[in-house]
């Protein structure tokens, strides 16, 4: 999968536009009068805001009869079905068979399918609600994924539960036309300050799915813990994973594991970038073998938060056999086109030998076939265009990355970080970037935010979240939501529209749903929580 610089915004047609015309239709038909004594139908709340969507009278109701029909037999089809099908049955207690369309009549049936034509885009869909059918259309398998989370969104919040609930089932009668703002929408997930089992990536996937996020960004190794498995280096898990800040057990992921994570990424259409930071940020690895430390000494275990005291030694060639031993069993493992090697606050590294170090392992990514992604310092060292910098703090050095040609992920730190507290009093996080109130994290644009960086060099926007003080997925989930799901629609709606006054209702209405999945959301007091 490879990322392109980003994908031409729609026009967002939801509201009075819309609304208007529809109304002004029904009054053609009805009569004078008519239509005007009928309020619009009510604005569905969903998250990322769809670049077109025209809500209309009436509305399709789930019975027992209700089928999922294949349009076609293209590859995507079946697995967008299945994935909706395994949301509707818990909660619904119905059976929603899926079944080739065939000669099947269309009444009381949801229909995907794969159609061509260049507008859909390689991540757009269109759905269509009548009062009979719900017809879903994409140019891809990720189309209708996309399509599937905008129908669940419409759908009343219990259709979440994993038990029967009484119903009933209605989705809004809408025309929706949508795709991405920018090709890459991303979440930064740390597990190496402390570490996160299989199961709890797997259920900050699930969230993430939801909201169109197609990126997956794990830190897996830090100076307080190294959680991927290299065959070359078994002391880097055996001992480096061995604990994580505050002295606890740590842990790390097999290969089958982290196998088994990529595989559920991808059915969830999320591209899993791997990161191993260096040469900073290396101290798990430096405690792990001795011979990468320039005296030849390995340092102890580290359990604290400090930072920028830890450095590969440059000028022994067993640090770039170390290197290419690690990003070539890492590219073998990884299918996406990216190995992020971090290169951030490398502070004991001298800049003559930072520079060194990076022109050396870009040379080592390139020749294991995938290209290199570090935070925006990298932009120092003579990186290629074909790279990829983060920027998270300094526009001088985003500048930088587009006079070398480069694309940027955006996660400026004071917008993005959803490791920062939300306010003075939030029991979690950080707040060395300040505090990230809910409308902080969503009142701003990745294609203005730096200086001098057009949109075209953009890729789009990434909330990392940092694991200093995050110890479990509850934790997890209360810094993330309900940040992320604003970020998530900062790559994926036109910025044409958007106000925060408007946004803080859709996101108030994500609270039942939610409420139902038990997601351990932070109730911010400037949301309009609805019950």
């Given amino acids: 999968m490879t990322i392109p610089s980003s994908i031409s915004a729609g026009r967002r047609t939801i509201g009075s536009v819309a609304l208007g015309a529809a109304v002004v239709l029904v009054s053609a038909l009805l009569g004078p009068g008519v ?61 929603v068979p899926v079944a080739a369309a065939g000669d099947q009549p269309a009444t009381q049936s949801i229909k995907l399918q794969i159609a061509d034509g260049s507008e859909l ?33 419409l759908l009343p919040a219990e259709v979440e539960s994993d038990s029967v609930q009484p119903g009933p089932w209605t989705v809004p009668a809408v025309h ?27 259920r900050y996937i699930d969230l993430l799915a939801m909201y169109k996020v197609n990126v997956l960004h794990l830190h897996l190794a830090d100076d307080q813990g190294w959680r991927i498995e290299i065959d070359g280096w078994p002391r880097l898990t055996t001992y480096g994973g061995s604990t994580e800040v505050g002295g606890g057990p740590g842990g790390y992921y097999t290969k089958a594991e982290y196998a088994e994570l990529i595989d559920y990424a991808q059915q969830n259409h999320i591209m899993v970038v791997p990161e191993i930071d260096m040469p900073g940020h290396t101290n798990a690895a430096l405690a792990s ?112 990355a587009v006079e070398k040609g480069m694309k940027l992920v955006m996660s400026p730190a004071e917008k993005t970080y959803i490791d920062m507290k939300y306010d003075a009093s939030t029991p979690l996080g950080l707040s060395w970037a300040g505090y990230t109130s809910v409308e902080d994290a969503y009142d701003w644009d990745p294609a203005s935010w730096a200086a001098g960086v057009p949109e075209e060099s953009i890729l789009g926007p990434e909330a990392p979240l940092w694991s200093e003080t995050l110890e479990n997925i509850d934790d997890v989930e209360f810094m ?36 139902v999945m038990s997601v351990n959301y932070y109730r911010a007091s400037e949301v309009p929580w609805q019950d």
């Fill in 289 to 400: 073998y001795p011979e990468l430390n320039c005296d030849g000494v390995a340092p102890p275990l580290y359990t604290g938060t400090r930072v920028g005291f830890s450095s590969l030694c440059i000028d022994k060639q067993i640090t770039y056999e170390f290197v290419d031993d690690v990003v070539r069993e890492l590219a073998a493992m990884t299918p996406g086109p990216y190995i992020h090697l971090g290169g951030d606050e490398a502070h004991s590294t001298p800049h003559e030998d930072y520079v060194t170090f990076v022109n050396r392992a870009q040379e080592i990514v390139s020749a294991h076939g995938k290209q290199l992604m570090g935070w925006e310092e990298i932009t120092g060292a003579n990186v290629s265009s074909s790279s990829v910098a983060q920027h998270w703090w300094d526009d001088s050095e985003a500048r930088t």
């Fill in 121 to 153: 885009g390689e991540e757009g869909y269109r759905l269509d609600v009548s009062p009979g059918t719900v017809l879903l259309r994409a140019r891809t398998a990720a189309g209708l994924f996309y399509g599937v989370q905008t129908l669940r969104q």
């Fill in 176 to 202: 929706v036309s949508d795709e991405p703002r920018f090709a890459w929408r991303g979440a930064m997930l740390d597990v190496a300050r402390h570490f996160f089992s299989v199961d709890e990536v797997k």
């Fill in 35 to 95: 239509a005007s004594a009928t309020p619009p139908p009510p604005e569905p709340a969903v998250i990322p805001a769809p670049a077109s969507m025209t809500a209309v009278p009436g509305e399709f109701a789930l019975t027992p009869a209700t089928r999922i029909l294949l349009g076609s037999d293209a590859p995507g089809v079946k697995a967008a079905a299945d994935a909706l099908a395994e949301i509707l049955r818990p909660s619904t207690g119905y059976p």
């Fill in 480 to 515: 993330a939501f309900p940040r992320m799901p604003g970020i998530a629609e900062l790559g994926w709606s036109p910025a044409e529209g958007r106000s925060w006054d408007e946004y803080q209702q859709r996101l108030g209405a994500q609270g039942p749903r939610w409420d």
